[in-house]
């Protein structure tokens, strides 16, 4: 069983920055791919990134790649998600999870949801 915590959402302006973290017990992060999905009002909940267990390599959606980087520190068990130059489309609920699966970018190749942390980015 894995426990995923979210933090760090906010109110910020376009063009600000974030950095969402995802607190994980019950397995190391260093271990396993993780990924951060996140679900705007009335849509679907979508893929944002993620990361491998091991080498780490990531992968991202479209809309994010190169303003968003996800990381992780395993020494704090946790994985993170830096974002910048933030727009109001990003605005969501984002939420962390285990890759089980082997679709990257399918929502139902997770497991283990986290309860999301708002993120608004106001223009």
């Known amino acids: 069983q894995v426990k995923l915590v979210e933090s760090g959402g906010g109110l910020v302006q376009a063009g600000d920055s974030l950095r969402l973290s995802c607190a994980a017990s019950?397995?190391?992060?260093?271990?396993?791919?993780m990924g951060w999905f996140r679900q705007a009002p009335g849509k679907e909940r979508e893929f944002v990134a993620r990361i491998s267990g091991g080498t780490g390599s990531t992968y991202y959606a479209d809309s994010v790649n190169g303003r968003f980087t996800i990381s992780r520190d395993n020494a704090k068990n946790t994985v993170y998600l830096q974002m910048n130059s933030l727009r109001p489309e990003d605005t969501a609920i984002y939420y962390c999870?285990?890759?089980?699966?082997?679709?990257?970018?399918?929502?139902?190749?997770?497991?283990?949801w986290g309860q999301g942390t708002q993120v608004t980015v106001s223009s």
């Open positions: 019950g397995r190391t992060v260093s271990s396993i791919p």
């Open positions: 999870a285990v890759h089980h699966g082997s679709d990257v970018f399918s929502r139902y190749a997770y497991t283990f």
